[in-house]
Structure formats: structure tokens, C-alpha cells
């Protein structure tokens, strides 16, 4: 997969095998949702990742960005929030998970490409000034800090930009974010989803496109309840039944 508009460099599928061993939650479909965004915006444009763990999707956003577009990474490698079920952390993991942020991303070529700000996504709106055509939203994935990220965050977002949102209805607390600001939102139109990243477009809405951009975000409920099902099946130990629900024994992102 490559883009007319992406600067020489490498294709997507070489830069996403070259980060298979980079830990992780993103899924090739999801990956070249990001690489397509990233590789549509032009010199000037700037892109803003909330939650880059140890820089899996970071990598593929500096790759295919242009030159001229500003990558901001925002994570404050704090060792809480980094994955299912790892709310809590300790200072130690975070440190570790930085030192090994910033190794991947050197050893990607990409480290000049990206300015990481290592702060929590409340804090960093005054690092990001003016708008921004790309966001990608994958932080804290409780409800109060998911929904401050897409309120505060969304509001940056220039007309016609792009807001993907990950663990999307997979996530109880990024789902109930989403209900509350996103299902009747008069600027956000939904587009759809690569398994649970979801892509909104910035636009405004009048009132029966509010309906309808609700609606059609309704119709994705089946699949959330199909996750919470698999997460309940592996959290008792009874992961081979996943298959039932078309799993595979996996935490589903």
C-alpha cells in the first residue's frame, strides 16, 4: 500500500512487518487505516496520537506522513494505562516502556519525525496549538478520561479532519464516551470501523443527520456486546470458547 501524496520512504507492508516485535494492540487492518489518513495529509498538516505505548501505531503515522507534516506523540510513559486490564502501574514500567519507545523509534528511522510530549493528554493541549487534521485517540479507556480525550481533543480537530478512536465498542469505558458525545454530536460523522478502531469525520451535522449518524453508530452495539462476551469467556478461563463468537482466545482489539 502506497499513497501518491506519502514522502519516499518505505511501502506499509514493509514498515508493518518491521513492527511485528513492537509491543502492542493494533491489528493490520487497523494499521493501514492510519498509514491512509497519514499519508492523505500535506505539508503544514499536523497529526496528534493520545497514548503511544511503546510507538507500534507512532511508527506507522511518521512513516507515512509527508515532509512538512508535524507528528505529536502524547503519552507520559507514567505506568498506568498501558493495556487491558493494566490500569495500575508502577513508575519503573513507565520509564522502561519510554526507554523502549524511544529505541524503536530510532531503530524505525523515524525518532527526528515525531516530538513526544511526555505529559498526561490533559495536560498537553497547550503543546499542541492550532488545529489538527489527524488524531488518533488511544489512551486511558476508563469512561471519564476517555470522554475528556474525545471532548477536549475533538475540539481541536480543523474541518474535514479525521478522529480514530481505538477499542472502540470493545472497551466499556471508550464505548460509553462514545454514546455520550459522539452519538449525537453535531460536528463528528461517523464513517465506520477496522475491528474496534473507529474513524469520524469532522463536519457539521444538521439535526436528522445527527439521527441518522446515531443510528448508524447504534447498529455497532452487537458488536460490543460480542466483545464483552469473549472478555467475560477469557477473564473465566474458558477462553477456547471464544470460538463461538468467531474469537480466537484473544483479547479482542
Known amino acids: 500500500m502506497t499513497d501518491a501524496g506519502t514522502r519516499p520512504g518505505r511501502s506499509f507492508d514493509e514498515v508493518f512487518e518491521s513492527i511485528r516485535d513492537v509491543q502492542g494492540w493494533m491489528t493490520r487492518d487497523q494499521a493501514a487505516r492510519l498509514w491512509r489518513h497519514a499519508a492523505e495529509c500535506r505539508p503544514g498538516h499536523r497529526i496528534v496520537e493520545i497514548g503511544s505505548y511503546q510507538g507500534r501505531s507512532a511508527i506507522v503515522l511518521a512513516s507515512a506522513a509527508p515532509d512538512g507534516v508535524e507528528v505529536v506523540a502524547i503519552d ?86 479525521t478522529m480514530l478512536i481505538h477499542d472502540s465498542f470493545s472497551s466499556v469505558g471508550v464505548t460509553l464516551a462514545q454514546m455520550v458525545v459522539l452519538f449525537l454530536s453535531p460536528r463528528f460523522r461517523y464513517i465506520g470501523r477496522s475491528q474496534s478502531m473507529t474513524e469520524y469525520e469532522r463536519v457539521d451535522l444538521t439535526l436528522l443527520d445527527r439521527v441518522a449518524n446515531a443510528f448508524r453508530q447504534s447498529l455497532e452495539l452487537p458488536y460490543f456486546v460480542r466483545n464483552l462476551l469473549i472478555k467475560v469467556l477469557i477473564t473465566a478461563r474458558l477462553g477456547r470458547l471464544t470460538r463461538l463468537l468467531g474469537g480466537d482466545g484473544t483479547w479482542p482489539y
Open 76 to 161: 507520559p510513559h507514567g505506568g498506568n494505562d498501558r493495556g487491558p486490564q493494566q490500569i495500575e502501574g508502577e513508575l519503573a514500567e513507565g520509564q522502561a516502556d519510554h526507554e523502549q519507545f524511544v529505541a524503536n523509534l530510532e531503530r524505525a528511522g523515524v525518532r527526528d519525525r515525531i516530538r513526544h510530549v511526555r505529559k498526561p493528554s490533559q495536560e498537553a493541549t497547550g503543546d499542541v496549538p492550532g488545529d489538527v487534521q489527524l488524531l488518533y485517540i488511544d489512551g486511558a479507556h476508563r469512561y471519564a478520561p476517555a470522554a475528556a480525550d474525545i471532548r477536549r481533543w475533538g475540539r481541536k480537530v480543523g474541518p474535514r479532519g
